[in-house]
């Protein structure tokens, strides 16, 4: 009798104990990373990664934007590493927000801008980021600044939206402000300059980052002029601007470079009627196979053609 009463007295103390809590308890392991490229979420495009011992290629994203590594030197500090994501020149990659094809577009994340665990992207502003900084490691000073240059500093001071959060979630914080009704035409302004912004780094990887800066803040605010409500237009439907074959040509850009206002944009002929008459946007098909890559394209030039899950540095 004794047994069976100790017997039951330690099955008590042992469900108890499961039941408890337990500040013993172990952080499940960070094994692996994903890294969304993002305009939209970009399909196709090959991610790559360098933490100081040469580019390491992961592969190509799938339909929500991301690749993902299980390198231990990424996963364990990804601080130390910077990122690029560009064409391997065999896929064309698209975005499948509005079904662009993007041949030419090179995104960049610099050193020091992901941490071990969280959200992790590379898009056209982290690559003005990068491109600004040089050879320097991410500081959110620079990057301040270089949104608040774009015409986007007010995301951070009046939405709630951190600076980090809106680098390394792009994705996360676009679909936040599309949420809530207040905050419409920040969404579209983000929306607009970021599209602009991609054009523009793919017409002309070289050209300075204040030249890029500047004729992307007056072809954003030209678009929104056009179509307020951007990526839809007046009558409600989905719209993206085309514009980096207009700004591949170095006239174009050498006269939109020495614009200062709406209406000097507006002189350009060829870039007044791209934005007047947008591209309509049409979102590609989710493959069945997760592996699957964008089948079509127009190919070729420097711009698009017509033709999302959330990720991190720890899964």
Known sequence: MKIKLLSTIIASLVIAGCGSDNDNSVIPEVTSASIQAFDGAIWGIQGSYNCGDGDKIVGLTNYDGFV???????????????????????????????????????????????????AATASPLSTLIANKLGDNAYDEATASQVLEDLGLGEIANNSGISVTELLTDTDGAVKK???????????????????????????????????????????????????????????????????????????????????ETIEDIQKIPALDEAIKKPAESKVPERPEDPDALPTGGTGGGTGGGDGSSGGGTGN
């Open 68 to 118: 993902k590594t299980t390198d231990e030197a990424f996963v364990n500090a990804p601080e130390n590493c910077s990122f690029t994501f560009k064409p391997d020149g065999k896929v064309i990659p698209q975005d499948t927000s509005n079904g662009k094809y993007l041949p030419t577009l090179e995104l960049k994340a610099p050193k020091g801008l992901f941490k071990k665990g969280e």
């Open 177 to 259: 402000l599309a949420a809530n009704p207040d905050f419409s035409d920040i969404h579209s302004k983000l929306i607009a300059t970021t599209h602009v912004l991609a054009d523009t780094l793919a017409a002309q990887p070289n050209a300075s980052t204040d030249d890029v800066t500047k004729v992307t803040k007056l072809l954003a605010e030209a678009t929104l002029a056009e179509h307020p409500n951007y990526p839809k237009n007046k009558d409600g439907d989905d719209i993206h601007v085309e514009l980096a074959e207009i700004l591949a040509d170095e006239n174009t850009f050498k006269t939109a470079t020495e614009a």
